[in-house]
T-cell receptor
């Protein structure tokens, strides 16, 4: 089984600042995928960014980027030029390469990010 | 709009009652799964399905049943509701294959808030 740990229950930064959310995971799998999901007060789960474990290059999506350290089993999310709309719960999630068998995501407990005006 | 539709959005049940949470997707996704979200716990996998007629248990399956008779629908049944099942429930789906998971991730429904009194 795998576990995902988010050690920051809550973070608060000023608008336009850069913020980094931490995520570590534990697994014996060699092939897997990692995701960051955003959950605003509307409750909707929104995919922010994804990373394939076999890719060494860190994924980026506009203001969002990750620092993926496979050996350290670390997958942090960096948000640049933070905006008020970034205020939300952020969940780190793990999916193992199943080859068509088992499925599903393993989530961390989440980090509540507050962007202050 | 294409996506994952969950009904109802809110429900109050009395202890011992049964009910079915509905989940339907119109994206022809093979894989579907159910999660529950509790405060401070993140999302936890209840059951998943990798295709019509195929289901399996996730991390917290006790007290819940599922079936998958069509590709589109994946209902979650509570046979005898208990206060411990008070939670927000999410259904999610994705295309078959890990390459598609890496590219598109999972699509989530908007959730059902269930209260058992």
């Amino acid at each position: 089984a795998q576990t995902v740990t988010q050690s920051q229950p809550e973070m608060s930064v000023q608008e336009a600042e850069t913020v980094t959310l931490s995520c570590t995971y534990d697994t014996s799998e060699s092939n897997y995928y990692l995701f960051w999901y955003k959950q605003p007060p509307s409750r909707q789960m929104i995919l922010v960014i994804r990373q394939e474990a076999y890719k060494q290059q860190n994924a980026t999506e506009n203001r969002f980027s990750v620092n993926f350290q496979k050996a350290a089993k670390s997958f942090s999310l960096k948000i640049s030029d933070s905006q008020l709309g970034d205020t939300a719960m952020y969940f780190c999630a793990f999916m193992r390469y199943s080859g068509g068998g088992a499925d599903g995501l393993t989530f961390g407990k989440g980090t509540h990010l507050i962007i202050q005006p | 709009n294409a996506g994952v539709t969950q009904t109802p959005k809110f429900q109050v049940l009395k202890t011992g009652q049964s009910m079915t949470l509905q989940c339907a997707q119109d994206m022809n996704h093979e894989y579907m799964s159910w999660y529950r979200q509790d405060p401070g716990m993140g999302l936890r996998l209840i059951h998943y399905s990798v295709g019509a007629g195929i289901t399996d248990q996730g991390e917290v399956p006790n007290g819940y049943n599922v079936s998958r008779s069509t590709t589109e629908d994946f209902p979650l049944r509570l046979l005898s509701a208990a206060p411990s099942q008070t939670s927000v429930y999410f259904c999610a789906s994705r295309q078959k294959g890990t390459a598609s998971a890496a590219r598109y991730g999972y699509t989530f429904g908007s959730g059902t808030r269930l209260t058992v009194v």
